[in-house]
């Protein structure tokens, strides 16, 4: 279970401070793939860094229980100067699991070649995305924090990558960020809707998906 008490964000900018949100009180459900919406700019990236830790809130704090990813799909979790072998090999020892079997699987996943012994920093965006993807699928995890990745790549990629996100959900719970409402009915059962620093829990995706359609309707 994931536990959100009381929960700010804010961030300064020229002539002040912008709060992205303030006094998020919510207690995430286990045993839910949850899909998070809400409209660009609302504050899902920044939610979601907050609950894996990556980021801190202004004020309040996630209570997690359970061993929960970093938001795949960005790059917080990797060295620039690193190699893909060595950031996989990084991870295997930090998260406990073997880091021959992790980084075999991690090479035959992402496809990406050769660059797979180069450094981090020399990646396109989509490689990242393919790297980061592989990593946290071979690494059992009881939370995946997903990013959009599921639709980064080719065909090929998409399908297999759907396929390995599908067996994990199986025994495992997920947030997932997405502006593809397919891949959030194809992937979560429950839903979180952020609108103006207020988060709402729908039991059902599709009455989150309505709402958020509504609230973008409304504009």
């Known amino acids: 279970m994931i536990q959100l008490q009381n929960l700010c ?8 401070k912008h709060t992205v949100f303030k006094d998020l009180t919510l207690d995430l459900p286990p045993g839910r793939s949850l899909g998070l919406l809400g ?3 609302a504050g899902k990236s920044t939610l979601m860094q907050i609950i894996a830790g990556t980021m801190q809130p202004t004020a309040g704090h996630v209570i997690r229980r359970g061993k929960i990813s970093w938001p795949i799909g960005g790059a917080n979790s990797f060295h620039p100067d690193m190699t893909g072998l060595q950031n996989t090999r990084f991870l295997a020892r930090c998260y406990g699991v073997d880091t021959d079997s992790l980084a075999a699987f991690v090479e035959e996943f992402a496809q990406i070649g050769t660059h797979f012994n180069m450094p981090w920093r020399t990646y396109s965006a989509g490689m990242k995305s393919r790297l980061s993807f592989g ?3 071979g690494i ?6 997903i ?3 599921t639709g980064a790549g080719d065909k090929s990629f ?3 990558s759907q396929t390995v996100f599908k067996a994990r959900m199986a025994q495992a719970d997920a947030i997932m960020i997405s502006h593809n409402m ?3 009915r194809n992937f979560c059962n429950s839903g979180l809707v952020l609108h103006n620093g207020v988060l709402e829990f729908f039991d059902d995706i599709e009455t989150a998906i309505a709402r958020h359609e509504e609230l973008m309707r409304l504009g």
Not at 140 to 145: I, R, V
Request: charged residues 35%; glycine residues 10%.
């Open 140 to 145: 059992p995890f009881d939370t995946y924090l």
């Open 39 to 41: 409209r660009n700019g």
């Open 9 to 16: 964000k804010t961030f300064d900018i020229p002539g002040g």
């Open 182 to 184: 397919s891949d959030m």
């Open 158 to 160: 998409r399908e297999r």
């Open 147 to 149: 990013d959009e990745v």
């Open 135 to 137: 990593v946290a699928m």
